[in-house]
């Protein structure tokens, strides 16, 4: 039996920050702290969006796309009504 042995993906790093900086921001929200995290969803899923664009993954550019505009759609909401 052959063992498949794969390549990582470039840019892993800055997925793996993103993915923090979401997780910070799940923290923030489960806390209460209005409107911090939305900055900080903005912040991690623009950053894998931007990432996941680069490693050509359709699925998850459409998924962070939509959550990080999903956020600022709420953000501009709050500063203009």
Known sequence: MKKIKLKPKPYQI?????????????????LGFYPMYCYIFLVGNGGLAVVSWLWNEKSLVALNTGLASIYLIGLINLYFN
């Open 14 to 30: 800055w997925a793996w920050c993103f993915t923090i900086t979401i997780l910070a921001g799940a923290l923030t929200a489960a």
